[in-house]
Nanobody, 123 residues
Framework: QVQLVESGGGLVQAGGSLRLSCAAS????????MAWFRQAPGKEREHVAA????????NYADSTKGRFTISRDNAKNTVYLQMNSLKPEDTAVYYC????????????????WGQGTQVTVSS
């Protein structure tokens, strides 16, 4: 069983930055692909970014490439999402997710999900 707790959300002006963190419980964190998803009001959940075991493989949604960076620290059982040049359309609840394996291809079939953290970008 893996428990995920996100933090770092908040209100920021357009063009600003935020860093989200996701702390995971469990001793096998390094064997999980980790990902960030987001869901805006009235919209479906959207894949944002994923990262493999070692952090050397990543996958980003087209809408976030060049602005967002996913990273992980296996010693701290934590995955991060650095978000720069934020836009109002980035406003959403951001969720951390984990699944066994090392594939970063877009996949919504994750075993474990956090409770989400709200990110609001004002124009």
């Amino acid at each position: 069983q893996v428990q995920l707790v996100e933090s770092g959300g908040g209100l920021v002006q357009a063009g600003g930055s935020l860093r989200l963190s996701c702390a995971a419980s469990g001793r096998t964190f390094s064997l999980y692909t980790m990902a960030w998803f987001r869901q805006a009001p009235g919209k479906e959940r959207e894949h944002v970014a994923a990262i493999g075991w070692s952090g050397s493989t990543t996958n980003y949604a087209d809408s976030t490439k060049g602005r967002f960076t996913i990273s992980r620290d296996n010693a701290k059982n934590t995955v991060y999402l650095q978000m720069n040049s934020l836009k109002p359309e980035d406003t959403a609840v951001y969720y951390c997710a984990a699944r066994p394996g090392n594939s970063v291809t877009v996949n919504y079939d994750y075993n474990y999900w956090g409770q989400g953290t709200q990110v609001t970008v004002s124009s």
